[in-house]
């Protein structure tokens, strides 16, 4: 069944004439039905860990903007939480944890209830591989370890990821730990997402751009090599998706060396590039800038048909070029939605 769907015929190569799209954080804040059950919820994690409440938060998209994708709703912390650290999202602040950055801490961390703890999320997914309309592919998820790492590291969200890249640097072996347990964990949270009825993977590396050349290979490259070779042995069909956040120019080493199907394309990109340099390797997913879907007008129909008309060579799977933000006025991704289903290549 999955074949035959657009979004999974894109990231295979199979050209079309209509652009199948999806929008990154397409459930959340900017829906008034999301702050709705969120309420009735308690709390986001509370969200998370419901598996009627998630499942539900996941279709309130499509239910407005006929997508041909819908995301797991869960998390990318959820997978710290579930090795042990404790996890909280404070209103206004973002994640909270306490922070893994020495060998002893490390060392409370185990994969001991590790499935058991995240068993919510994969009721999730069997509830939405049921319920899905037939044309919309399911996409699961998971933070790539580098990014996983800076939040476990610094216990919250930073500018630059200082605290990490430095333990990368002043205590490597312990850092190198913590990155291994990260694509142990992933690989087998992602594998049971996909037994549990995901159609496609998406690996966010939000914070890969501040990292240097090297360190880049090491921290993002290889470790996202293995977490395709574990997940390809016991699936080797399901479609993996890569977002290498601010990566620029290292996106093309990236894809080769990680032989990922797709590749999600930040805003900061240029269309030429990624048509002459990435589309050739794979499928292409992007870029629109979020922000524009909060300005909205003549700009931001402009600049949706400059991406369509840019990346209509090769495979595209239309989406933004990092998640949409809470003041986004629904009616323009209503806008956005109806253009691209109108448009042909
Ligand atoms: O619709 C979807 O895209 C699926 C759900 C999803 C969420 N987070 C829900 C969420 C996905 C795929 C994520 C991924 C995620 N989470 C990333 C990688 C992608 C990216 O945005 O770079 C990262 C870095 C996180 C960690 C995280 N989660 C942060 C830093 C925050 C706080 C910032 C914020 O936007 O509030 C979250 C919270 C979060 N994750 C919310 C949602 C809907 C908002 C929580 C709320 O309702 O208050």
């Excluded at 640097?169 to 049971?192: C, G, M, N, P």
């Excluded at 996909?194 to 690996?203: M, S, T, V």
């Excluded at 269309?271 to 800038?289: F, Y």
């Excluded at 129909?301 to 799977?317: F, N, R, S, T």
């Amino acid at each position: 069944m999955s074949k035959n769907k657009l979004f999974i015929q894109t990231l295979k190569g199979i050209p079309s004439e209509r652009v199948p799209f999806w929008f990154m954080r397409q459930a959340g804040r900017y829906l008034p039905e999301y702050m709705k059950l969120r309420k009735e919820a308690g709390s986001f994690l509370d969200l998370c860990y419901n598996p009627e409440f998630a499942t539900e938060v996941t279709l309130q998209p499509l239910r407005r903007f006929n997508m041909d994708a819908a995301i797991l709703f869960s998390d990318i912390l959820v997978v710290p939480h579930a090795l042990g650290q404790d996890l909280a999202f404070k209103t206004g602040e973002g994640p909270v944890l306490t922070p893994v950055d020495n060998l002893e801490k490390f060392k409370a961390l185990s994969m001991e209830g590790f499935h058991e703890h995240l068993s919510p999320v994969y009721e999730t997914v069997s509830n939405l591989s049921k319920k899905l309309p037939d044309h919309v592919a399911l996409i699961g998820f998971a933070g790539a370890p580098w990014t996983v790492a800076t939040y476990m590291v610094n216990g919250k969200g930073s500018k630059d990821q200082a605290e990490t890249r430095l333990m990368a640097y002043q205590d490597r072996a312990t850092f190198e730990k913590l990155i291994d347990l990260l694509v142990q964990s992933t690989s087998e949270y992602l594998i049971r997402q996909a037994d549990h009825g995901a159609e496609a993977l998406q690996i966010f590396d939000s914070w890969s751009g501040t990292l240097p050349a090297d360190e880049f290979i090491k921290w993002c490259i290889e470790p996202m090599q293995k977490i395709v070779q574990n997940i390809r042995a016991v699936h080797p069909e399901i479609p993996i998706i890569g977002f290498p956040k601010g990566a620029g120019a290292k996106i093309r080493n990236y894809v080769n060396k990680t032989k990922v199907d797709g590749v999600s394309i930040d805003t900061s990109t240029s269309t030429s590039w990624v048509r002459n340099v990435i589309q050739p390797l794979c499928a292409v997913q992007g870029n629109l800038d979020p922000l524009l879907l909060v300005s909205g007008g003549a700009a931001l129909e402009k600049a949706v048909y400059h991406i369509l008309d840019h990346l209509k060579e090769g495979p595209h799977i239309f989406n933004l070029g990092h998640g949409i933000v809470p003041q986004t006025p629904p009616e323009n991704v209503k806008l956005v939605s109806d253009i691209i289903l109108n448009y042909r290549r």
